[in-house]
T-cell receptor
């Protein structure tokens, strides 16, 4: 099992550009979560999906952020247009159900200049 | 918003000593989880304790849960330099599967 796979590992982009982060969850896990981690705010849940359906997107900062899960093996988090304050490490995690913990990916470090 | 709050925020101990970290939370929970994060890495799940459990062990880890005080503790016995990391508690509550993370305790184990 390769675990949760995120790409890219690092992304540097200019303000105003579109950024797409990608995640492949563990096969058989029916829930997928996107988190953002910064020194100031810690780990924040952005959105989570259950069986490919968005359940709670109350953590998505604003309309510039969108997330999709077209099938059980792939999810994207898109920021358009990006701003310097979006700079953070973005983590994807998956879980089989609420009786288990999460498996996290290695994260994408995003820098918006 | 942060549900769990870890205490202390930073802890430095000598190799071989025990490390204790505490977590307090505000609302009733289904379960509480502890995670470790090494610098520059993703979080790794350590242990999950359900609301009807009071203590759980996994190797050198011991977790306790006191729902009346809304608190949990993580004990790492016989610490090693490799235990140096940040440790987070996370709570699951309500009918959803999502968990809310605390701000973490940064543990340094000095060889």
């Amino acid at each position: 099992d390769a675990g949760v796979i995120q790409s890219p590992r690092h992304e540097v982009t200019e303000m105003g550009q579109e950024v797409t982060l990608r995640c492949k969850p563990i096969s058989g896990h029916n829930s997928l979560f996107w988190y953002r981690q910064t020194m100031m705010r810690g780990l924040e849940l952005l959105i989570y999906f259950n069986n490919n359906v968005p359940i709670d997107d109350s953590g998505m900062p604003e309309d510039r952020f969108s997330a999709k899960m077209p099938n059980a093996s792939f999810s994207t988090l898109k920021i358009q247009p990006s701003e310097p304050r979006d700079s953070a490490v973005y983590f994807c995690a998956s879980s089989p159900d609420s009786s288990y913990g999460y498996t996290f990916g290695s994260g994408t470090r995003l820098t918006v200049v | 918003s942060q549900q769990g709050e870890e205490d202390p925020q930073a802890l430095s101990i000598q190799e071989g000593e025990n490390a204790t970290m505490n977590c307090s939370y505000k609302t009733s929970i289904n379960n509480l989880q502890w995670y470790r994060q090494n610098s520059g890495r993703g979080l790794v799940h350590l242990i999950l304790i359900r609301s009807n459990e009071r203590e759980k062990h996994s190797g050198r880890l011991r977790v306790t849960l006191d729902t009346s005080k809304k608190s949990s503790s993580l004990l790492i016995t016989a610490s090693r330099a490799a235990d140096t990391a940040s440790y987070f508690c996370a709570t699951n509550s309500g009918g959803y599967q999502k968990v809310t993370f605390g701000i973490g305790t940064k543990l340094q184990v000095i060889p």
